[in-house]
């Protein structure tokens, strides 16, 4: 398999649920990204890590909750979610410090209820 | 401050018909701006890059070029498969991203 996979493709879930949305990526890249899509707006970035570190925290509620275990897997954790943090979450990847192309996933669309 | 604005928001072309999608951004210090199509329900997907004015790149029906303050995404004689939404990115910073919110292209045969 290769590229940037996402699952799960759709995900419902409660204002009270706890749900994890997981990214990998098999492109041997040192950097991971969570960005959230919403109607009629930009790419949002929500969190960076590079080498499994964190260094990008986009002032980003507590309620989403990122895990990086090693260069190829990403979690976001969600927990008491609000209707409006629904959206398109999409992870993505790259490879060097900067000026490199991001490859993405094909997203996660959450639905809040 | 970062910022990036596409337009138009939203194009209808006719087979054949080339046009121009616009991208003007404005960074402090530009590492690099990037060109991806999004289909509906998909991620983005990579397209171009570009890193200094002047530069140019190619691919079919697509080329980019790019400027001190803007890039332009000509289509020459689209087709109904290259309806999409196309998005232009800057990197702003480090391995961060600063995205417009797109145009949405629709090719009628």
């Known amino acids: 398999e290769t590229g940037v996979t996402q699952t799960p493709r759709h995900l419902v879930m409660g204002m009270t649920n706890k749900k994890s949305l997981k990214c990998e990526q098999h492109l041997g890249h040192n950097a991971m990204y969570w960005y959230k899509q919403s109607a009629k707006k930009p790419l949002e970035l929500m969190f960076v890590y590079s080498l499994e570190e964190r260094v990008e925290n986009n002032s980003v509620p507590s309620r989403f909750s990122p895990e990086c275990p090693n260069s190829s897997h990403l979690f976001l954790h969600l927990h008491t979610l609000q209707p409006e943090d629904s959206a398109l979450y999409l992870c993505a990847s790259s490879q060097g410090k900067g000026g490199t192309e991001a490859f993405f996933g094909q997203g996660t669309r959450l639905t809040v209820v | 401050e970062d910022q990036v604005t596409q337009s138009p928001e939203a194009l209808r072309l006719q087979e054949g018909e080339s046009s121009s999608l616009n991208c003007s951004y404005t960074v402090s210090g530009l590492r690099g701006l990037f060109w991806y199509r999004q289909d509906p329900g998909k991620g983005p997907e990579f397209l171009f890059t570009?890193?200094?004015a002047g530069e140019e790149k190619e691919k079919e029906r697509l080329k980019a070029t790019l400027t001190k303050k803007e890039s332009f995404l000509h289509i020459t004689a689209p087709k109904p498969e290259d309806s999409a939404t196309y998005l232009c990115a800057v990197q702003a910073g480090f391995q961060k991203l600063v995205f417009g919110t797109g145009t949405r292209l629709l090719v009628s045969p």
């Open positions: 570009l890193y200094s």
